[in-house]
């Protein structure tokens, strides 16, 4: 998943540099949607709820000197029990219901979610790169 930074953790960074404070989420939730959240978070999210994500420390990439963290636990949905639609897009919340998306990105390979189909996304494959 190639991660996208939203608005509101521009916002968040930038505001940091002038020595305004921003405290992080207590927890962050993934969302599915059917569509890109964008960095405004308008997209249309799965009816299917969120999951907390725990992440990896920061790794430092000696190449690119990019910094990266991933999902350190498969994440794992309820099983769907209507159909969903396609979901295309995972976003980082800051919240379990309602909050902001922090991250957005697309799947690799989009999947439509019928009645019964699970959803689990594998250790190491929500990846956050800040170049």
Request: without cysteine; charged residues 15%.
């Amino acid at each position: 998943m190639a991660t996208f930074m939203s608005d509101t953790r521009k916002t968040g960074v930038l505001n940091w540099l002038r020595g305004v404070p921003d405290p992080p989420p207590a927890k962050v939730f993934a969302a599915l949607f059917l569509s890109d959240p964008g960095p405004t978070g308008m997209g249309n999210e799965a009816t299917i709820g969120r999951v907390d994500v725990a992440f990896s420390a920061v790794s430092i990439d000696p190449t690119t000197h990019d910094a990266s963290i991933s999902n350190t636990a498969v994440l794992t949905w309820p099983e769907a029990t209507i159909a969903l639609g396609t979901v295309t897009h995972v976003a980082l919340m800051s919240a379990s219901e309602g909050g902001v998306v922090l991250y957005s990105g697309r799947l690799i390979d989009p999947r439509d979610i019928k009645p019964g189909d699970n959803i689990a996304i594998k250790v190491g494959k929500i990846i956050v790169i800040q170049q």
